[in-house]
């Protein structure tokens, strides 16, 4: 089992930035892909960028590409995701998620363990 607690959610102007963070335990980080998505109300819960297990390859949704970075520090089993020039439709909850893997590579699906989420509200 593989527990995941994300922070750093919270409200935004419009064109403004907030980084999340998202602890892990349980398990050896080291096995880990991980990767960030969001869900919005009615919606359904979409990929945003993913982070192999080295933190040398790293996939990101079109929508986010340069302005979202992903990225890991092993030492403190946490996975972060800089976002920066946020839209008022990026609101939503943003989940972080753990893929165990033997090998390298992102992944936008498939994922094992999910946290709770943490609100992002980004205001107009």
């Known amino acids: 089992q593989v527990q995941l607690v994300e922070s750093g959610g919270g409200l935004v102007q419009a064109g403004g930035s907030l980084r999340l963070s998202c602890a892990a335990s349980?398990?050896?980080?080291?096995?880990?892909?991980m990767g960030w998505f969001r869900q919005a109300p009615g919606k359904e819960r979409e990929f945003q960028a993913a982070i192999s297990v080295s933190g040398g390859s790293r996939g990101y949704a079109d929508s986010v590409k340069g302005r979202f970075t992903i990225s890991r520090d092993s030492a403190k089993n946490t996975v972060y995701l800089q976002m920066n020039s946020l839209k008022p439709e990026e609101t939503a909850v943003y989940y972080c998620a753990v893929k165990m893997v033997t090998g390298g590579g992102w992944y936008q699906g498939g994922y094992d363990f999910w946290g709770q989420g943490t609100q992002v509200t980004v205001s107009s």
């Open positions: 349980g398990r050896p980080f080291s096995n880990y892909a």
